[in-house]
Structure formats: structure tokens, C-alpha cells
């Protein structure tokens, strides 16, 4: 039903007008309390290349603190793989080139998102390249500003995050609710992304990584939907909310 009410106010709204805030899709989610828990991949995303597009639904507890929806791989002394986050009030995504950890080491893309605490709103980045990146908000199209010189992305086989990230002591915890979480080895259109707000995906979908519905609501585990794709174990009990 839920999702059904998201569709219809989009399509009586979105001449430009779709407001952020609306009612998520049907189903369960995971809560993240932004303190320590998180949801850890077990392995790594082999197959992740440029383009790529990564989409979820949010709830956000809290939209000041600097918050990890999701790392497809670790790193240390430098950005590796691709993340979107949300940052001091932006949403951003981005990728390494494994040299360093600062702005030389990273391209990133980012826009301002003045989306309201606690309610769902759905969320996609997508890149094709170091300047040229789309962020989507309710299947509205951002204004993005770049900052990083990195260049081409790098991965390594450190495992990839959902809800929070660990690095050098310091932590990059999400705080809310995440649910139908999608990652795609290509570059996403408008109209893909609104089709991914109004359905659910099979996980055979063409370019498909990994598709996480969130629908278990019990256990220890977070499924991935895509064949031979990399599930997830819950850490620090996130709670699985109906």
C-alpha cells in the first residue's frame, strides 16, 4: 500500500514539484542506531566498475552527523571502492583511486539535501565519471558540486558496509532506518530510478550487483537477492523494524 501511495503522489506531483519526505515502500527495514552497529558484506565487490549507481530508501534519525549508507569496500590509508553518504547535510557519492586518504585520492559528488529527520525518502547516486555524477531525491534530479582529484577507481578485498564504516579509530555510523538497498554496474537513468521507487526488483535485473529488500525481519543475516551475490550479517544488533 505504502508504495502505491509514494506512486501516485509522484505522478500527481512531479512537474518539478515532488516534495521530499514521502511514504517508503512496502515491506521491513533495518534500524541503525548510530552508535556501533552496522551491517558487514563478508567479502567484496569484485565486479564493481565505473559506472555504477547505488539507490536505497532512508529514514534518518538524525541528518548533522557525518553518516554511511554504504561502503562496497574497506580502506585505510586511502579511498578505494564506491559510497553514498550523508554528510553534514549533504548527500554524496563517490569513489576511490587507492593512492591516499585525502582530496587527491577521491572524486565525490555532493548536493545540499534539506530532507526532514525520520522521514523515508528514497535516495540514489549515480557515477559514470570524475565530473560527471547524479544524485536523485525523491526521483528529482540534484544540483551536485564535485570536490576530490582522484582518478579512476580502485577496489581491494576488503569487505564493503551497510549503516556505518570503521577507519583509522574513527567511524562513519548511520542513524535511521535503510531498506531496499540496490547496486548496479551501470549508470542509472531518470526514469530507471523512479521505476526503482514504484517497484520492487526480481534481483535477475541486467547490471545488477546486489539487492538487499530487507525483508528477512528476523535473524542474523541480510540477504542478497542477486544469484551468487554477497549477503550480509547484522553486528551490534541493528533492529529489524515491520
Same mark, same amino acid.
Given at each position: ?149 582522484? $582518478? *579512476?577507481?580502485?577496489? #581491494?578485498?576488503?569487505?564493503?558496509? &551497510?549503516? @556505518?564504516?570503521?577507519? /583509522? !579509530?574513527? %567511524? ?46 528476523? $535473524? *542474523?543475516?541480510?540477504? #542478497?537477492?542477486?544469484?551468487?551475490? &554477497?549477503? @550480509?550479517?547484522?553486528? /551490534? !544488533?541493528? %533492529?529489524?523494524?515491520?
Amino acid at each position: 500500500m505504502y508504495k502505491k501511495l509514494i506512486c501516485l503522489s509522484f505522478s500527481l506531483i512531479f512537474a518539478g514539484q515532488f516534495t521530499y519526505g514521502q511514504m517508503m515502500g512496502s515491506g521491513n527495514s533495518l534500524d541503525f542506531d548510530g552508535v556501533d552497529d552496522y551491517v558487514n558484506l563478508n567479502s567484496h565487490f569484485t565486479n564493481l566498475t565505473v559506472p555504477f549507481t547505488i539507490a536505497a530508501w532512508i529514514k534518518p534519525a538524525q541528518a548533522s552527523l557525518n553518516q554511511t549508507i554504504f561502503y562496497s569496500h574497506g580502506h585505510g590509508n586511502s579511498y578505494v571502492g564506491g559510497w553514498l553518504q550523508y554528510r553534514n547535510g549533504k548527500l554524496a557519492v563517490g569513489y576511490g583511486d587507492g593512492t591516499v586518504r585525502n582530496s587527491s585520492g577521491r572524486r565525490v559528488a555532493q548536493a545540499t539535501v534539506a530532507y526532514n529527520s525520520n522521514q523515508w525518502v528514497h535516495v540514489a547516486g549515480v557515477v559514470r565519471g570524475p565530473t560527471d555524477m547524479d544524485i536523485y531525491v525523491n526521483g528529482n534530479s540534484q544540483t551536485v558540486s564535485y570536490n576530490g582529484s582522484g $582518478g *579512476s577507481m580502485v577496489t #581491494n578485498t576488503a569487505t564493503g558496509w &551497510i549503516g @556505518g564504516y570503521i577507519y /583509522n !579509530n574513527a %567511524t562513519d555510523y548511520y542513524a535511521g532506518e535503510i531498506e531496499e538497498l540496490s547496486l548496479w554496474n551501470s549508470a542509472l537513468t531518470a526514469t530507471d530510478v523512479r521505476d526503482l521507487m514504484c517497484s520492487k526488483l526480481t534481483g535477475n535485473e541486467p547490471s545488477l550487483i546486489a539487492y538487499y529488500d530487507f525483508d528477512s525481519n528476523t $535473524g *542474523s543475516n541480510l540477504n #542478497n537477492l542477486v544469484a551468487n551475490g &554477497i549477503d @550480509g550479517t547484522l553486528q /551490534n !544488533n541493528p %533492529t529489524w523494524v515491520g
